[in-house]
């Protein structure tokens, strides 16, 4: 089995951009793991891009099968909306890399052994990761700034101190510097994993 390299951090530190940087480094044999959801794709979207965009019936089917290996739901205005990873996308010949939070983190545990699962997390100070949440939302055509208070309020219980330091083959990576710099820090961790 390869490594699997998980980017964690709270809202606003910077994970989707350093997925993205890190895949432009064409790095050999890290093929990227694309999440499951349920909710509707929205118009600059592209299946297998952001997500893979499926209904409850396959997601219901998928579970049957034990083939979730984390799945969360979310209560919405427009019904329940629910993101879950696959094992069918994560195969022996390969290292993968994919976003997740702490509970991917622990499900992987659970499905994989622990040497397996390389966990970098992007910290970023409270205010600055803040400010960035609300500068992001403010470009949204109906800003929703009490969903920005109550991630940033999860975030607090998801990732508390406790919790991150059970995680073995953690590397915290200070996301307030430039992208370059982290993805540079970054890509040295997955190049040290993969040598080993």
Request: hydrophobic share 30%; net charge negative; glycine share 4%.
């Amino acid at each position: 089995m390869g490594k699997i390299f998980c980017l964690i951090g709270k809202s606003g530190s910077g994970k989707d951009t350093l997925f993205n940087h890190l895949l432009k480094r064409d790095i050999p044999c890290l093929e990227p793991v694309v999440t499951y959801t349920t909710r509707p794709r929205r118009a600059n979207e592209q299946e297998g891009r952001e997500y893979h965009f499926t209904d409850e019936k396959t997601l219901e089917a998928l579970e049957r099968d034990g083939r979730v290996i984390e799945k969360r739901t979310y209560h919405t205005v427009h019904g329940d909306w629910s993101y879950f990873i696959c094992e069918t996308d994560i195969k022996e010949q390969n290292d993968y890399m994919l976003i997740g939070t702490p509970d991917v983190v622990e499900k992987l545990y659970e499905r994989y052994d622990e040497d397996t699962v390389v966990v970098i997390y992007l910290e970023l100070p409270d205010n600055e990761r803040l400010l960035r949440c609300i500068g992001r939302e403010s470009q949204q055509t109906s800003p929703n700034y009490s969903e920005v208070c109550r991630r940033y309020l999860a975030d607090e219980e998801d990732f508390s101190a406790s919790r991150i330091a059970k995680y073995k083959n953690i590397f915290r990576v200070d996301s307030s510097v430039s992208v370059e710099d982290v993805t540079e820090k970054s890509e040295n961790i997955i190049k040290k994993f993969r040598q080993l």
